[in-house]
Each structure stands twice: as C-alpha cells, then as structure tokens.
C-alpha cells in the first residue's frame, strides 16, 4: 500500500517537519521504494517534484524536506507499486488543467475492473489504475460541468459519488486539489490533525525529530495534516469513516459529506 | 528577452553542462531574473522543475546543474517577464496532456492581440502571452486531429502553419516537445549544434568550464543542443532561418519545413 500525505493552511506554510517524517516511510521505516512525489500550491500556480527512486534515498526529496516551499495546499505520495511499472510515467501526484485551474491527484489503493471506466476528456500517460481512474474522474466531472461551477455543493456531491463508485472497485483513499480547495476521500484509511493557536511540541513517530510549532507559526495560523497514518505520536488525529469526502479550505473543514446509508 | 534551451538526443543524456552555463544567464550573465524551468521525458514519463526565482540563487537549479537526470529531450526557459508578473503560474515551461501524452511548450518572445486567439479544450493558467498561445495552439491540434494521426506529415504542416500565424502576431520562438519529437520553430533567434563521434571539448561562453565530451559519452552518441545564442564559443553553431520548423527525434533533423516564400 503506498502512503498519502497532504496539508491545507490559511497562510502558506512549509510542510519540512511531516516530510521528513513521511519520506523515512520511502525505503527507511516503511516499505513504499517505489517512488515518491509532492505537489505545492503557491500564488495560484502549482508545481510538483517525482521521482521514481526511494524517498530516502532521493536528492530531490532531501532538498524537499530542507528548502522550504510555502503553501496552502500540498499533496503528497509515497509508491508500492502494485499496477504498473515503477518509473517516471506511473509516479503520483498526477495533475491535468481543467477550467484554467491545474488539479492534483494522489491515490492509496487499488482498484479491480478499473480499465473499463470510459475515457473522454483525458488519457492517462502511464499504465496505472490510479492514473486511469483520475483520467475517469476528471473527464466526468468536466462532461457535467463544462464549465466551472457556480454551486459549489452540487460538484462536491457530484465527485463524492465518482468516489463512491470508485471505492466499489476496491480500496481507494485519495488526495485531490485544484488550487482552492484540497478534497480528502476515505475508503480504508485517512487520519487528519488541525494544529492551531496554543500551538504546541509534535515528535515524529518515523523518525527522532521534535517540533516546537509555536516557534514557526503566528497565532492566526491554522495548519491541518492528513496522512494515511498519524505521523506524530503525541497529537490526537482524527481517523476519517469509510466512504466520507471532507473538503478543506484555509485549514479547516468547510464540506463533509457521508456514505449513503 | 527569455532564453530557450533544448535537447535532442539517441540516448538519454545529461544536460548538467549546458545548464549550468545557461543558469549563469539567469541573473548572472544574463538580465533574466525573472524566474526558470526545465523539463525531462525520461522512460515514457515527465517532470518539470520550475521556480520563480533568479536560477543563479536557486537551490533547485543548484541541483539540477549537479544531478545527472537523463533524458533523450530536454526543454529548459529563462524569463525575462514582460506580460504577466512574476509568479510560479507565468514561469515556463508549460504543459498540457494531448492524446495520452504530456506536451511541454516554452516560448521566447511577446505577440500582440494574442487575447483574441479562441480556445478550446486547454485554458492557461497565469496571465502570460505564451501560456494563452500554447493553450491555442494545442486546442487547434486536437481540433484537427482528435486521435494522434498516423501521418505525422499532416501533423507537422499543421504546427507550422499555426507557428506562422504565431509569428504574425510578433516574435515567436518556440521549443514544443510530445515526448517523441522535439519542435524547434524560429521567429528571430535560434541556433543549434549536433555533437557526434569524434567528440571534442567544448567550453561555455556564460562561465569558466571546459568539458571533453569523449569522457563522457560512446562512439554511436548523437545529442543536439538549441539554445536562442550559442551558448559555446569554440564551436560552430548554426543558425535557423525565420519561419523554419524543425522536427528532431534522437539528436537529428527528421523534418525541415521552411517558411512559405
């Protein structure tokens, strides 16, 4: 199983501490060798960093984890290959344009029947299940709204029930952004933490690395982390349900919708 | 002016001496401070490295200059910004997926009534001239040819002609890859050298290094460097003509098509 990580603010921050922890996953404390990639927000643009080479191992994961980039929206991954090849091409985050805004996908599972969900707008490049069900999911958000939509509500709903169906093809945690919004869906396993004002110590379970948030942030600033796991081992995260999408803005949770009963 | 360079060649191949004389450019030698980018196809896959910033000052660039990613094409853009501020969204290169393959576009130059081009499938992002034309010129693409076309002929004849309307609306250079090909389309400034057995030194005009390239490569090596000035000064570089297109594929001209008389 591979590893998500992703994090919305209301103020850019640098996410140097829980990539650190997140990347010993990459080769180190965890099994996930296979690649690894994260993709940042910043000024409306975006740009991601992958690499098909353990996390640990990687110089461009290790000037991640010390130059530090701020945003409002990250997305990260680390790779198990179970689909696919490991190289560039099948390497997560993968990300397309649509409506003018470039979205960003990362997904933990795997997905049975997946290379009969039907294709329109995009393709994927590599030869994952996870690629081609983005391609899915992105073509059938765009046939329902060719442009983007004024309700927001009525796309959440729509794409909580993309995720649905995806989730009855087998396990299918995700990570999705476009720029606003950062869009969390759990099939197995998703746990999230919103630190804020008093800020207090975090120590990483993966590695021996201790951080006093109170030393980095202003007392407006309002940072959630989720990951596949807790990544700290003294903070109370919140395990998400199976078949919930929340939807994060600024850090903090502005939709939550449940699986139909 | 920005600065364009690109490879083409028959074996993947490190760009790690050229880059690091065209970095100098960005803000050493050069006036384009105003941020960079580089893009690698390596094994069917693409990642772009960007960054709004001076790349004589960026730690990004500082590692790509000293890791050896290889790749058999290579898209690289300095900026000197004049339509559309300083943000990661206006840096180059810029990409989109056509037909299940990753396009990668830079641009050097600044088009007038560039608003005015329709678009279709792709919308830019940021606020650049060269964004807008890129998204134009893939939507006429893929309006012409919906499936990639067997005749590669009618595809290149297509790119030109839209390279031509480009060129109509200012200076045009172009850099534009689909993973196969490496298009180099010139409006006033673009030049090129293929180096090939026996390999001699070349030493950059932008700083002080020397490389032997019989060190570093085999006798069946075919790499072609395009850059908007020569970037080596004991070499013979030659310069393209206004309105030419040429298509490269493993470090050769494949296809020469010449401004209509």
Request: proline share 7%; hydrophobic share 35%; with cysteine.
């Amino acid at each position: 199983m591979c590893e998500l990580l992703g994090m919305s603010a209301n103020v850019p921050t640098d996410i140097c501490f829980s990539f650190t922890g997140f990347l010993h996953r990459g080769g180190g404390t965890g099994p996930h060798r296979d690649g690894w990639g994260i993709a940042f927000y910043e000024q409306g643009g975006y740009r991601d960093f992958r690499d098909p080479h353990p996390s640990l191992h990687s110089p461009i994961a290790r000037l991640i984890g010390e130059y530090p980039i701020k945003s409002r929206i990250v997305i990260s991954h680390i790779r198990q290959a179970n689909v696919g090849q490991i190289c560039l091409a099948n390497t997560h985050p993968f990300t397309r344009e649509m409506w003018g805004q470039p979205w960003c996908y990362a997904h933990n599972g795997q997905l049975s029947n997946w290379s009969a969900l039907p294709l329109t707008f995009y393709r994927p490049v590599g030869g994952t299940d996870s690629e081609h069900a983005f391609c899915w999911l992105m073509g059938e958000l765009r046939r329902e709204f060719p442009e983007p939509p004024v309700d927001c509500q009525a796309l959440w709903q729509r794409l909580h029930r993309l995720c649905e169906r995806l989730r009855g093809l087998g396990v299918f945690n995700l990570l999705l952004a476009d720029g606003d919004y950062l869009y969390t869906y759990c099939s197995t396993k998703l746990a999230h933490i919103t630190r804020r004002a008093p800020f207090g110590r975090a120590s990483l379970s993966d590695a021996e690395l201790t951080v006093n948030f109170a030393e980095h942030t202003t007392p407006d600033d309002v940072v959630s982390v989720i990951a596949t796991e807790p990544l700290t081992d003294n903070e109370d995260w919140v395990r998400m349900r199976p078949g919930e999408l929340l939807v994060w803005r600024d850090g903090v949770i502005e939709a939550r919708l449940d699986a139909a009963p």
